[in-house]
Structure formats: C-alpha cells, structure tokens
C-alpha cells in the first residue's frame, strides 16, 4: 500500500517537475541568445528631492524585450542570470549603457548634473574585474565618478568575506557612491552599516507602504530617517505611490523619493522628453 502510494506521488509530481525543467532549460537558451543578440533595455525611474521636487537623479532598471514574450521584468529572469554567470556580461552591458545616457542628459542640462544608479548583484562583486569594468564604464561615458551610484541589497552583503569588503573600498576609491538597497529587510541591517563604507540608504517600499496607516511602520521609517542623518548618510524612500506618504516622509525629513507617485519607470526617450521639454 506504501509502495502504490509512493508510485502515485512520484507520477502526480513527475509530469510538473519535468515541465518545469524544460522551461528552465528553454529559458536559459532564451538568455544566452538574448545576450548575443542584446535584447535588452533600461527603463529610468527619477529620483527626486522631496521638498523641492526636482529630479536629482535616476535609477536605471532593466528590461528583457523578449521577441515572443515582449517585456519580461528582471524579477523573471536576473536569478537566473546569477546563477549561470550570464549577469556578469549583462551587468556590465547595464553599466555601460546607463553611464552613457546619463553623460549624455548632464552634457545638455542646465541645472545641476544627475545622478544615476545602478543595481549590482552579488555574482558581480565576486568578479575582481568589476572595478576595471566601472572605472572603463565611467570612462568612455564621460561621466564624473561621483555621480554613480551602486546599489547593492543586503542579501548581497551578508557574505562579509575580505575580498568583498576590499573590493567595495576599491570602487570607492574610484569617487563613486555605495547605496544599500531595500533596507530593514535584511537580517542585520544595522551591522551593515558598520562594517560597509555605504553612503546611501533606500528605505525598502515595504515601509514606505505602510507608513501612513500603520504606526510601527511610520516609527520604523522615521527612526531609519533620524539613523540616516546621524550617520550622515542620504535616505531615499523607495515606491512611494501616495500624497500621504509624500508628506510623511518630507515631514520626518526623508531627502529623497522615488515611486509612481513622481514617475514610473520610464525609456530613454521619455526622461528626455521630461529634462528638455
Ligand atoms: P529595486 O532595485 O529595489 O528597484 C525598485 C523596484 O520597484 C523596480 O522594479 C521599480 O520599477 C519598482 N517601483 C518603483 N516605484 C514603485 C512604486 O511606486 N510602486 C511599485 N509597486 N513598484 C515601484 P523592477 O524594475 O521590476 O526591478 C525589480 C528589481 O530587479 C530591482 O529592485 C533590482 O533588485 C532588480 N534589478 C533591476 N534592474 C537590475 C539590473 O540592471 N541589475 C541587477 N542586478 N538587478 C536589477
Ligand atoms: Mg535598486
Ligand atoms: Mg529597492
Ligand atoms: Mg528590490
């Protein structure tokens, strides 16, 4: 009776299992030719002062324009491109073409010259190319070094090897800013800020949700704020979408905000659309 049920199991599991690894399997041709074929794109989301409004800067999120599935968001397919290395070729691509841009906007701008961030995964970090990459990056953009930013999450951080720790002094070393990512949801959020030379801290949409409803969310996000100027580091409120959280965030004195609020993620051509109207 075990043994009949035991062969059930297997027969109801099989069929799922296998058709999940063929979709893994397809997937990951479908990388590897969207890397030869650079099927990718950057979307750029404002980051702006929340007092003054202003665009400061931007945050460059990327896209896979898949010929047959159309646009698929990196939730989808960066795991994946961790796991097989293949981030190491796209982040550089991210890299490269997200300075450029930005090089570009601050060439013609007016007022003072954006920012952009950029998104680093752990398997890059690993990579001791990575600060010849960004310094090559920032060179062939033109870009000033200070006006990067790497973020990085703090999943990421929790492998506090040396090589790490030296490798992020490194890129420092290069004039460019370190941001922690989706902060408070790690495990020890403030353990990191002791031992990284991070700069900037993006308090995670998961606060910013809540904040006006909830009263632990409020004191835990106004209490990363007051951290923040302490340490002197800047705060960016990540997916702020209401006036509500705007004005609770400006009034607990947050420095900046990004969210659909202010913009979505937009193309290339939108945001210079939006800075030379
Ligand atoms: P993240 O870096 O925390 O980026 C913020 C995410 O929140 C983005 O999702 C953005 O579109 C979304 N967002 C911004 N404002 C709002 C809002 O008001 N409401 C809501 N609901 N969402 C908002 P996206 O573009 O899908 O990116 C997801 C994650 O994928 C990013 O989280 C980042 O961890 C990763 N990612 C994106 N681009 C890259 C990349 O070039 N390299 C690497 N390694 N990871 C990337
Ligand atoms: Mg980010
Ligand atoms: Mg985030
Ligand atoms: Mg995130």
Aim: contains cysteine; negative net charge; charged residues 25%.
């Amino acid at each position: 009776q075990a043994k009949k049920h035991g062969k059930d199991r297997f027969e109801v599991f099989e069929p799922a299992m296998q058709e999940a690894f063929q979709e893994h399997i397809a997937l990951e041709a479908d990388l590897r030719r969207a890397v030869v074929r650079h099927e990718f794109e950057l979307r750029y989301q404002p980051i702006v002062h929340l007092h003054t409004g202003e665009i400061t800067g931007v945050e460059a999120l990327i896209r896979w324009m898949h010929p047959d599935k159309g646009i698929v968001p990196p939730m989808d397919f960066i795991p994946l491109a961790e796991e097989t290395g293949m981030i190491v070729p796209i982040g550089e691509w991210v890299l490269r073409e997200a300075t450029a841009r930005v090089a570009q906007w601050n060439a013609r701008r007016e007022g003072p010259p954006l920012t952009v961030s950029v998104n680093i995964s752990a398997v890059q970090l690993e990579q001791a190319a990575l600060v010849h990459v960004v310094d090559s990056a920032l060179k062939s953009a033109g870009l000033a070094p200070d006006r990067l930013v790497l973020e990085l999450t703090e999943s990421l951080l929790v492998d506090h090897r040396a090589a790490t720790l030296e490798r992020l002094g490194a890129l420092k070393a290069l004039g460019l800013r370190l941001a922690i990512d989706d902060f408070g949801t790690g495990y020890s959020s403030l353990a990191y800020l002791r031992r990284f030379p991070v700069d900037i801290i993006k308090i995670d949409k998961s606060f910013v949700d809540d904040v006006v409803d909830e009263p632990t969310a409020a004191a835990l996000t106004h209490g990363i704020i007051q951290l923040g100027r302490a340490l002197e580091l800047s705060t960016i409120a990540e997916g702020i979408e209401h006036a509500g959280q705007l004005t609770s965030l400006a009034g607990g004195n947050c420095e900046l905000g990004q969210g659909y609020y202010f913009a979505e993620p937009l193309t290339g051509a939108a945001i210079s659309d939006l800075l030379f109207p």
